[in-house]
């Protein structure tokens, strides 16, 4: 029971005990909102900086799913035209090399599984043989089926090779006298010269390459991280986009302007000039790496550090030629997003709190009213 003679008993003690609340409560609650705030700003930077750090190593993980499929063609590029089939024929040029090389090279299609076609050109442009990977069980083209393709850009740059050089084209989507196939199907050009024990030039042999052998570990990456990967050439077209129908853009008429400038200019601008990094707007985080994929695959002995940019380049292999590998996690679940849980957190713990802060100031604040009126009595 409280006791009657300290209780406030007149206006002026409502009065007193009020003003003292209001002393107490508000310097709490101010105390309260700048470390929530404080802690709010600490505890986002912190955590946008993790994101980020996350985002890049993500990127660079995959850079060497990018880089060892490549060499990986190199190195079968290497090993076919030294086989010993192919330089028995090379040299023979005899029906029973030739059946021998044949059976070889649809072995290897069987075994390797990533070469929508390999064909052996002689130096005339005209395909000797041609196996067809045909969706898992390879077969030979046949003999009237073989085309002359001397004047495709791939075969020139590739009968104008030296003894261990070769060519690597851009990714492109898989075509038959210009009609691109359906399901379309990426696809990159790889060419060696083919040179006889003599040292003369034979002809070449071209593999093509299934390019979704590289998309889908990306798709992979995309799904069990729960963000978006794109991967653009150096125009800026979606080679993995956000939809299939954004993708290659620069093949089909009707999606000219399927680019991620059109989507994010703010965001290409600085993507487009610098080799990597991260930015932070509106739109979400962007994270990026520049990859050559020509240059990746460069002997270190045929190679050069260049201090204004990525290593050199022989044979056609080009550093205008590289890819932009890109993740991007939407603004929402950023830090100061609005699905980013800790600032709802904070309010809720503030609301919990703000109630109990004035339950404790109004007991204070009564408190010290009481004390105040019992030194003022003995006085009177």
């Known amino acids: 029971m409280v006791d009657k003679s300290f209780s406030p008993s007149n206006r002026e003690d409502t009065r007193t005990r009020l003003r003292n609340f209001v002393i107490i409560f508000l310097p709490a609650i101010l105390v309260l909102f700048a470390l929530s705030f404080i802690f709010y700003r600490k505890e986002s930077s912190a955590r946008e900086e993790l994101l980020i750090n996350n985002e890049i190593f ?5 850079l060497e799913t990018l880089r060892t499929p490549l060499k990986a063609v190199v190195s079968d590029l290497k090993v076919l035209s030294s086989h010993q089939e192919m330089l028995a024929f090379l040299d023979q040029g005899t029906k029973d090399s030739f059946t021998a090389l044949a059976a070889e090279l649809l072995a290897f299609s069987s075994h390797r599984r990533i070469y929508d076609r390999i064909c052996l050109i002689d130096r005339k442009g005209m395909e000797i043989i041609r196996v067809n990977y045909n969706d898992g069980l390879p077969k030979f083209a046949p003999q009237e089926e073989l085309q002359y393709v001397g004047n495709r850009d791939y075969v020139e740059s590739t009968l104008k090779l030296k003894a261990g050089d070769f060519s690597m084209s851009p990714m492109t989507l898989n075509s038959d006298l210009g009609r691109i196939a359906n399901p379309p199907t990426p696809v990159i050009t790889f060419g060696v010269a083919l040179f006889d024990r003599a040292g003369q030039q034979k002809g070449v042999i071209i593999l093509t390459y299934l390019g979704d052998q590289l998309l889908q570990p990306l798709k992979k ?55 990597k990094g991260h930015i932070l707007d509106g739109s979400g985080l962007f994270t990026y790496l520049t990859f050559y994929p020509q240059l990746c695959v460069l002997e270190p002995s045929r190679a050069y550090l260049n201090s204004a940019g990525p290593c050199g380049c022989y044979s056609g292999q080009s550093e205008d030629y590289y890819w932009k590998l890109i993740s991007f996690v939407p603004a929402a679940p950023l ?15 503030d609301a919990i709190l703000l109630p109990l802060f004035a339950a404790a100031a109004w007991l204070l604040a009564g408190t010290t009213a009481r004390r105040n009126a019992s030194r003022q009595k003995p006085r009177e």
Do not use: H, M
């Not at 993500?58 to 995959?62: C, R, Y």
């Open 335 to 349: 830090p100061g997003g609005p699905a980013f849980p800790l600032g709802k957190n904070l309010v809720l713990f």
């Open 58 to 62: 993500l990127l660079e993980s995959q």
């Open 221 to 275: 990456l995309a799904r069990q991280n729960q963000r978006s990967i794109f991967l653009l050439n150096r125009q800026g077209y979606f080679l993995l986009g956000p939809t299939a129908q954004a993708e290659w853009g620069f093949l089909f008429p009707d999606r000219k302007n399927q680019t991620f400038q059109t989507r994010f200019p703010t965001a290409w601008e600085t993507i487009s000039a610098t080799e």
